[in-house]
């Protein structure tokens, strides 16, 4: 483990993150569809994660739609210098809650101003292009068109950075001839491990790795493993998780979701959590069984 793995933060393009940021998906109401319950409580969460140091929050206009964004533009503007916010194109919601592909020329200039407007903002610091070929997960598929799309938005000076969300290697080697990918966000977790490969290599790059669903997906993990060794460490299994994420590369960032204040200190308490190699080798065993069952579908980010 190296003293990189270790450290607080990440360069994100040109702008400096802490690693563990803040993921605003749950702010929305079930099924990441309309408001929340309690708006108050989602504001305060959000006011609560910039004053405790976070400095890299998570977000798309798609969620609820509009309701994430508008909610954090309520809580936080005026924006701190130092706040990187991240959203997502691609995608939008239709009527019933579900989850539609929206990659055409048009459709991403009407996200990236969507996402302007409801931030309050006349720059993007970093936009993700959300690939949607396959509903389960990563699927191959060409996705020159609506990269250039938005290296052409990028280059009209609405967004800073660039990145990649549900996408294959091949996808990421595409995407990088056709503008520079400062970010890949992927399902990964303790459980689901099939980037491995791919987060070394971003590492090498010095691109930063962010995975999705930290914690399992909207069931969280569950195993044997990770209570035994949450109970050795004196932490509670979600801190457990979050910390093997910190010391797996240097180049992971974090974005857990809570609309909880006590939840969200736990989550940044795990930065100080060090795991001892034998807790990393017995966490090993939990991808070795998801691998050895039937598979737990992909979830949808």
Same mark, same amino acid.
């Given at each position: 483990?190296?003293?990189?793995?270790?450290?607080? !933060?990440?360069?994100?393009?040109?702008? =400096?993150?802490?690693?563990?940021?803040?993921?605003?998906? %749950?702010?929305?109401?079930?099924?990441?569809?309309?408001?929340?319950?309690?708006?108050?409580?989602?504001?305060?969460?959000?006011?609560?994660?910039?004053?405790?140091?976070?400095?890299?929050?998570?977000? =798309?206009?798609?969620?609820?739609?509009?309701? !994430?964004? %508008?909610?954090?533009? @309520?809580?936080?503007?005026?924006?701190? $210098?130092?706040?990187?916010?991240?959203? +997502?194109?691609?995608? +939008?919601?239709?009527?019933?809650?579900?989850?539609?592909? /929206?990659s055409s020329a048009a459709e991403l200039e009407s996200a990236v101003h969507d996402n302007l407007r409801n931030l309050g903002r $006349?720059v993007l610091d970093v936009v993700n292009y959300r690939a949607m070929f396959n509903v389960s997960g990563p699927g191959e598929g060409?996705? @020159?068109?609506?990269?250039?799309?938005?290296?052409?938005?990028?280059?009209?000076?609405?967004?800073?950075?660039?990145?990649? =969300?549900?996408?294959?290697?091949?996808?990421?080697?595409?995407?990088?001839?056709?503008?520079?990918?400062?970010?890949?966000?992927?399902?990964?977790?303790?459980? #689901?491990?099939?980037?491995?490969?791919?987060? $070394? %290599?971003?590492?090498? &790059?010095?691109? /930063?790795y962010v995975p999705f669903f930290p914690l399992g997906g909207f069931t969280p993990l569950q195993a044997d493993a990770l209570s035994? !060794?949450?109970?050795?460490?004196?932490?509670?299994?979600? %801190?457990?998780?979050?910390?093997?994420?910190?010391?797996?590369?240097?180049?992971?960032?974090?974005?857990?979701?809570?609309?909880?204040?006590? #939840?969200? @200190?736990?989550?940044?308490?795990?930065?100080?959590?060090?795991?001892? $190699?034998? /807790?990393? /080798?017995?966490? &090993?065993?939990?991808?070795?069984?998801?691998?050895?069952? =039937?598979?737990?579908?992909? @979830?949808?980010?």
């Amino acid at each position: 483990m190296t003293d990189a793995t270790h450290a607080a !933060t990440f360069k994100l393009g040109t702008r =400096s993150v802490t690693r563990m940021g803040y993921g605003a998906m %749950q702010l929305a109401g079930p099924h990441v569809f309309g408001p929340p319950k309690d708006r108050a409580a989602a504001v305060a969460v959000l006011r609560a994660a910039v004053e405790r140091g976070i400095t890299h929050i998570d977000t =798309s206009d798609f969620y609820g739609p509009h309701v !994430t964004n %508008q909610i954090i533009r @309520e809580a936080l503007a005026p924006y701190p $210098d130092t706040l990187t916010i991240v959203t +997502k194109v691609g995608a +939008k919601r239709g009527d019933d809650a579900s989850w539609n592909v /929206a990659s055409s020329a048009a459709e991403l200039e009407s996200a990236v101003h969507d996402n302007l407007r409801n931030l309050g903002r $006349d720059v993007l610091d970093v936009v993700n292009y959300r690939a949607m070929f396959n509903v389960s997960g990563p699927g191959e598929g060409d996705i @020159e068109a609506p990269l250039t799309a938005l290296a052409e938005l990028q280059a009209k000076g609405l967004i800073r950075h660039i990145g990649l =969300s549900n996408v294959t290697a091949r996808q990421i080697a595409q995407g990088r001839t056709i503008t520079d990918i400062v970010c890949v966000q992927n399902l990964y977790n303790l459980a #689901h491990r099939h980037d491995e490969a791919l987060i $070394d %290599q971003l590492a090498g &790059d010095g691109v /930063a790795y962010v995975p999705f669903f930290p914690l399992g997906g909207f069931t969280p993990l569950q195993a044997d493993a990770l209570s035994r !060794t949450a109970e050795q460490c004196d932490a509670t299994p979600m %801190q457990v998780a979050l910390a093997w994420l910190l010391q797996r590369a240097p180049n992971m960032l974090l974005i857990p979701g809570t609309s909880s204040v006590a #939840h969200l @200190e736990q989550n940044i308490a795990s930065v100080d959590l060090r795991l001892p $190699d034998d /807790a990393l /080798a017995a966490l &090993d065993t939990i991808a070795a069984a998801n691998a050895q069952g =039937s598979g737990a579908s992909h @979830e949808r980010h």
